[in-house]
């Protein structure tokens, strides 16, 4: 599986941002996507994911209402929509995806996207 990560951009702070996971090589079929983040000198984070069978879905209490993600099946894709954006967002974004248990365990997952950079301007 192919992931490709775009959307990333320069806002300000309170704007909005949609990101797009679009898979290729083979459809998300029963894996979990994952939406993961770096600031510079930082570990990577966990912010939310979406299990592709059932929709379910679990973030990031620092994005808790106000990022969603969804999945659009018809194009392979998960959409990470990043709302009331603050500075502390600022990351490179990426997605991952595989046959997880635990969302929020980056090491579950096999395969990443290159990121995209969001930068949230004050």
């Known amino acids: 599986v192919q992931l490709q990560a775009s959307g990333g951009g320069l806002v300000q702070v309170g704007d909005s941002l949609r990101l797009s996971c679009a898979a290729s090589g083979r459809t998300f079929g029963r894996f979990a996507t994952g939406w993961f983040r770096q600031a510079p000198g930082k570990e990577r984070e966990f912010v939310g994911g979406?299990?592709?069978?059932?929709?379910?879905?679990l973030y990031a209490d620092s994005v808790k209402g106000r990022f969603t993600i969804q999945k659009e099946e018809g194009k392979n894709t998960v959409y990470l929509q990043m709302n009331s954006l603050k500075p502390e967002d600022t990351a490179v974004y990426f997605c991952?995806?595989?046959?997880?248990?635990?969302?929020?365990?980056?090491?579950?997952?096999?395969?990443w996207g290159r990121g995209t950079l969001v930068t949230v301007s004050s």
């Open positions: 979406i299990r592709w069978s059932g929709g379910s879905t």
């Open positions: 991952a995806a595989g046959s997880v248990y635990h969302l929020l365990d980056k090491r579950e997952y096999d395969y």
